[in-house]
Nanobody, 122 residues
Framework: QVRLVESGGGVVQAGGSLRLSCVASGSILRLNAMGWYRQAPGKQRELVATVTSGGSTNYADSVKGRFTISRDNAKNTMYLQMNSLKPEDTAVFYC????????????????WGQGTQVTVSS
């Protein structure tokens, strides 16, 4: 019904930058809150940042001042600009969205992407 596809991951040296994208497609009436999560090897998945449909943002303390979350509602796309990357940012990054479906009309669901690997070398 809804598909989230992340892109933009890769390998970068410490101090470098990457920009992740998440494109939503399918039976979408409305995308509500969206967010980025990450999971490092051997660790639980953790929240990185969220953005509401109105543009309000929230960040994990570990990424404040380095990462910027944004979205383009017209394109059903969310972004994560990551600057000053550190080796401890190495993880699989996942896109998440609260979706209101057009089919069945009005039904709400939570969707996840398949993840994109970010590796920061020291």
């Amino acid at each position: 019904q809804v598909r989230l596809v992340e892109s933009g991951g890769g390998v970068v040296q410490a101090g470098g930058s990457l920009r992740l994208s998440c494109v939503a497609s399918g039976s979408i009436l409305r995308l509500n809150a969206m967010g980025w999560y990450r999971q490092a090897p051997g660790k639980q998945r953790e929240l990185v940042a969220t953005v509401t449909s109105g543009g309000s943002t929230n960040y994990a303390d570990s990424v404040k001042g380095r990462f910027t979350i944004s979205r383009d509602n017209a394109k059903n796309t969310m972004y994560l600009q990551m600057n000053s990357l550190k080796p401890e940012d190495t993880a699989v990054f996942y896109c998440n969205a609260e979706v209101q479906l057009s089919v069945p009309f009005g039904r709400r669901m939570e969707a996840w992407g398949q993840g994109t690997q970010v590796t920061v070398s020291s």
